[in-house]
């Protein structure tokens, strides 16, 4: 049999215009991707002194790199395209900026990864094949991700079966059937993995091959809810009509949907020419609307910004980092520009420098009195102007904690105003003493710094003489991370250089003493910062008067002292009494991250949520703790039924016998009232296609606080269950109906094939 009639053919067949085995369609016959087919030599970058050539070259399935060993034990040295986040063309890395010269700019570039993988460092011959390659991985990255679903899925599935098909010879023997069932995490008995051979090996030849794959492919991923809700819809010739589609969208999907609208869909997502001319839908069409943009949980008209963002900075939740520097934990972990890279790039929109003096007269950012490694600030500075816009338009704050001498402050001033030139505020909007903040709209493109300043801003419209040097120090005191128990902060006086004080605007730093007292005397650009435990306090015993507080003023709450190992608090319950700056570790994964991260996954991802109207609203008596009456009590029946899941991720992926035992979690965060859990049954040794077919039901008091997170996990009798994947959503971005839920790292990186599927239906009370 022909090398391109095996594995390659059975894709190609099944699905006109798919994956073509990780051959990337569109791609075919490419200049730059044979470039890196052919391969070639680059310098790998670890240090000074640690720098090696070694061979890189795309392999034939067009999806895996593959680098020269010289390791005597390592048999081969391989990643996936699946793996990298993105690929940086120049000295955009600390590594390359600290070992390489600026003369070798043009031929440095940079791989990222999504897991927590260093980056490879990397130095071309010359320019244009540092662009050559930079360029492919590029274009062939893009392509993973154009794929939909099931060309996903079938890409996943054929890689599979390549590393099953051990000899290349491109057929499948019994024991190579075996192998790639483990691959792809589902465990069969002897038995039934010799009957589902025979059943394709149409041939009795011993081996699969060609059309046999084919019918071994289907055989697989053949979807038995899916059949059962087609069969029930398609009452035309065997197949759905535009009508049957409009049915079906009405009563189960629960939407308002016009003919023009199903038709549209058949337009777009069926791949049969025959039946779209028809104007039906096919199974294939079916499963393929299913699996995409508008099958989702997540409702796509959250997708883009759509929320009003012409109000005040104070009526939004604001995606936010703490000791943004540290890529581990803050006793002895590395900081890091890379830690920036990361939280903007997810959106954080306020980010936490700890400033220190440096030596040779240079500010250093590290956590202060710890062996964190330390980061020049002006290096800090330039990675923010060059990632700051890259995916959000809305301002950027820079919380600075100060601990520098007068003389390096000014220096801090100077980077500030040369690096990120137009782009920082420098003056207030307008040319009058600001009642309210300035709107996210208003602000765009700008960054705020957040610091201590001398006077109040009227100083800025009266052209008052500067006569003070020296600031109070209370809430940097209040700030303080070190291992203490709760005490007064000292009126301390620490020296404040003019020219740094005169970048803070619209966010200056006060120390909160009472709510009455900030009522009286604090200006609505003047915000506090409080220690998780002081906040806490008062989102448990004020919660109203915080919330009220927050209408106008801003608040930053930040992770205790105590937590080393820069772990996280549960960000929920500060949402709930309306605090805006709510401050995570975004080094660390788990549950406080996923919640962070769903928070703020509507509304473009660009870091801003515009708080509820009872957030904002004067009048509101709104009490999270006691949540009955008023506006704010829209109490919903939320019916999620849990039907299966597809292409779980093996834990252990060195181990054939290595199946998961998958189960379910569903919880809700939101109001105290709305907290719930529940969970499916545990499936033994399927990771592949488990079924669960468990329905649940939730009250939910306050849908506009609600916070939604699927959880899956494997389960394990003798030791604490292991993270499989999950998705977490606010409650009002979920879609009625039939829906498949894509599932993420602990990083927050979509798993390429793995899905759950589930019906979900909100009814009012």
């Not at 999504?114 to 490879?120: F, T, V, Y």
């Amino acid at each position: 049999m022909s090398g391109e009639k095996g594995l390659e053919n059975n894709t190609q067949e099944s699905h006109e215009g798919g994956n073509n085995n990780g051959k990337h369609v569109g791609l075919e016959g490419d200049a730059v991707i044979q470039f890196l087919t052919k391969g070639g030599d680059l310098t790998k970058v670890k240090s000074n002194k640690w720098k090696k050539k070694r061979f890189y070259r795309l392999m034939e399935d067009g999806n895996t790199l593959w680098k020269e060993t010289h390791k005597v034990f390592k048999k081969e040295d391989t990643f996936s395209i699946e793996d990298i986040e993105s690929v940086r063309l120049g000295r955009q890395t600390e590594g390359l900026r600290k070992y390489t010269d600026e003369t070798m700019e043009d031929q440095c570039f940079s791989i990222i990864f999504k897991d927590k993988r260093k980056n490879l460092d990397l130095i071309a011959s010359n320019r244009e094949d540092s662009g050559k390659w930079v360029m492919g991985l590029e274009k062939l990255i893009a392509n993973l991700q154009n794929l939909n679903c099931e060309e996903k899925r079938e890409h996943w599935i054929i890689s599979c079966m390549r590393k099953a098909d051990k000899n290349h010879d491109n057929m499948m023997t019994l024991k190579e059937v075996k192998n790639f069932l483990g691959k792809i995490n589902i465990e069969v008995d002897d038995m039934y993995a010799s009957m589902l051979f025979q059943q394709c090996d149409t041939s009795k030849s011993g081996t699969l091959e060609g059309e046999e794959i084919k019918k071994f492919y289907e055989l697989l991923t053949q979807r038995e809810e899916i059949d059962v809700i087609y069969g029930k819809y398609a009452t035309t010739d065997g197949q759905m009509s535009a009508r049957d589609l409009q049915n079906f969208l009405q009563q189960e999907q629960m939407e308002a949907a016009s003919l023009e609208d199903a038709l549209k869909l058949i337009n777009k997502y069926e791949p049969d020419p025959t039946a779209k001319q028809k104007k039906h839908f096919t199974r294939d069409g079916f499963l393929k609307y299913l699996t995409h943009l508008e099958g989702l949980i997540f409702n796509p008209a959250h997708i883009e910004v759509y929320q009003d963002m012409r109000q005040p900075l104070s009526h939004y939740f604001i995606s936010s980092s703490h000791n943004t520097y540290l890529m581990e934990d803050q006793l002895k972990g590395p900081s890091s520009t890379e830690a920036y890279i990361r939280a903007l790039l997810k959106s954080c929109r306020c980010v936490e420098l700890d400033c220190w003096d440096g030596p040779n007269g240079e500010p250093i950012i590290y956590h202060g009195h710890t062996l964190t490694s330390k980061v020049l600030f002006k290096d800090v500075i330039k990675t923010i102007k060059e990632y700051a816009f890259k995916t959000s338009k809305y301002p950027l704050i820079l919380s600075l904690e100060n601990h520098c001498s007068v003389e390096q402050q000014k220096l801090m001033a100077h980077y500030m105003t040369s690096i990120l030139g137009s782009a920082l505020l420098t003056h207030p909007l307008g040319n009058k003493i600001p009642s309210c903040l300035p709107s996210p709209e208003e602000l765009k493109g700008r960054i705020l710094i957040k610091g201590k300043r001398l006077n109040k801003l009227d100083a800025v419209f009266n052209n008052n003489r500067e006569d003070a040097e020296s600031v109070s120090e209370e809430d940097e005191a209040a700030e303080t991370k070190q291992n203490e128990p709760e005490q007064k902060p000292k009126n301390k006086k620490i020296k404040l250089a003019k020219e740094l004080s005169d970048l803070v605007i619209y966010c200056k730093s006060v120390h909160f003493n009472s709510f009455e007292h900030a009522r009286e005397k604090q200006a609505c650009y003047e915000m506090s910062s409080y220690k998780e435990s002081k906040a806490k306090n008062l989102a448990e015993n004020s919660a109203n008067e915080y919330i009220h507080h927050n209408m106008d003023k801003l608040s930053r709450i930040y992770p205790s002292g105590t937590r080393t190992d820069s772990s996280n608090y549960n960000p929920v319950m500060m949402w709930n009494a309306g605090c805006q700056i709510v401050a995570l570790n975004f080094q660390t994964n788990g549950k406080e991250m996923d919640l962070n991260q769903g928070q703020f996954l509507p509304n473009g991802k660009c870091g801003y949520i515009l708080k509820p109207d009872f957030m904002r609203n004067r009048d509101s008596r709104f009490d999270p703790y006691n949540p009955i009456n008023g506006p704010w009590f829209r109490k919903k029946i939320l019916h999620v039924m849990v039907i299966s899941a597809q292409q779980l991720p093996k834990l252990n992926k060195d181990k054939t016998k290595s199946i998961v035992d998958p189960f379910v979690k569903v919880q809700i965060h939101g109001v105290p009232a709305d907290h719930a859990s529940v969970q499916t049954d545990y499936i033994n040794n399927n990771g592949f296609n488990p079924m669960w077919n468990k329905n649940f039901q939730f009250t939910i008091q306050v849908p506009n606080l609600a916070i939604v997170r699927f959880l899956v996990e494997d389960y394990d009798a003798a030791s604490h269950n292991d993270f499989i994947g999950q998705y977490t959503l606010p409650f009002n971005s979920m879609q009625n109906g039939y829906r498949h839920i894509p599932l993420l790292t602990k990083n927050g990186d979509v798993i390429p094939s793995a899905k759950l599927f589930v019906h979900i239906m909100v009814l009012d009370s």
